[in-house]
T-cell receptor, first 114, second 113 residues
Framework: AQKVTQAQTEISVVEKEDVTLDCVYE???????LFWYKQPPSGELVFLIR??????QNEISGRYSWNFQKSTSSFNFTITASQVVDSAVYFC???????????FGTGTRLQVFP | DGGITQSPKYLFRKEGQNVTLSCEQN?????MYWYRQDPGQGLRLIYY???????QKGDIAEGYSVSREKKESFPLTVTSAQKNPTAFYLC????????????FGPGTRLTVT
């Protein structure tokens, strides 16, 4: 079975703090894809990143960085120097090989206070 | 502008009525999806379509129906058989089967009383 666990239900930080959102996944596939999406209060999901299972390189995009570790089945997301505009619900998702189905975690609500 | 539109943003219906949610995309994407989101939960797949005139059930298809008569459109009907229809419904599309990234519309919040 495939599963995504986001154990952190809600995180609150003060602006400029760094924050890491955890994601742990389960799959028997050897090839799979991991995603992060952002859901601001407006409701629309915004695609942030896709990572293939055979590419364990960490990625940095501006203030965002992602740490993918197959050994621990984790795909964590770090926001550096958080801003109020980062306040949203963040979802981690998994897609197995040969399928178009996204398996979502339950999301982590991030609140950044000024 | 290219994108996915869902209308209306908010929809209210009486119990026992069928209701159809609209999803239109002008991205020329082949694949389209419907998800349901409940408070404090992740998204769950209802139906998806990889090509016109073809669609497959997702994980929670009971009480829902879809059609894909045009590439741009993938309406979802919430029937009276759906026991808990109140939820936030999100439509998504992807350029083609196996492309992996899915792009989402703004969603429709359905309330049934």
């Amino acid at each position: 079975a495939q599963k995504v666990t986001q154990a952190q239900t809600e995180i609150s930080v003060v602006e400029k703090e760094d924050v890491t959102l955890d994601c742990v996944y389960e799959t028997r596939d050897t090839t799979y894809y991991l995603f992060w999406y952002k859901q601001p209060p407006s409701g629309e999901l915004v695609f942030l990143i896709r990572r293939n299972s055979f590419d364990e390189q960490n990625e940095i995009s501006g203030r965002y960085s992602w740490n993918f570790q197959k050994s621990t089945s984790s795909f964590n997301f770090t926001i550096t120097a958080s801003q109020v505009v980062d306040s949203a619900v963040y979802f981690c998702a998994l897609m197995g090989w040969g399928t178009d189905k996204l398996i979502f975690g339950t999301g982590t609500r991030l609140q950044v206070f000024p | 502008d290219g994108g996915i539109t869902q209308s209306p943003k908010y929809l209210f219906r009486k119990e026992g009525q069928n209701v159809t949610l609209s999803c239109e995309q002008n991205l020329n994407h082949d694949a389209m999806y419907w998800y349901r989101q409940d408070p404090g939960q992740g998204l769950r797949l209802i139906y998806y379509s990889q090509i016109v005139n073809d669609f497959q059930k997702g994980d929670i298809a009971e009480g829902y129906s879809v059609s894909r008569e045009k590439k741009e459109s993938f309406p979802l009907t919430v029937t009276s058989a759906q026991k808990n229809p109140t939820a936030f419904y999100l439509c998504a599309s992807s350029p083609r089967q196996g492309y992996h990234e899915q792009y989402f519309g703004p969603g429709t919040r359905l309330t049934v009383t």
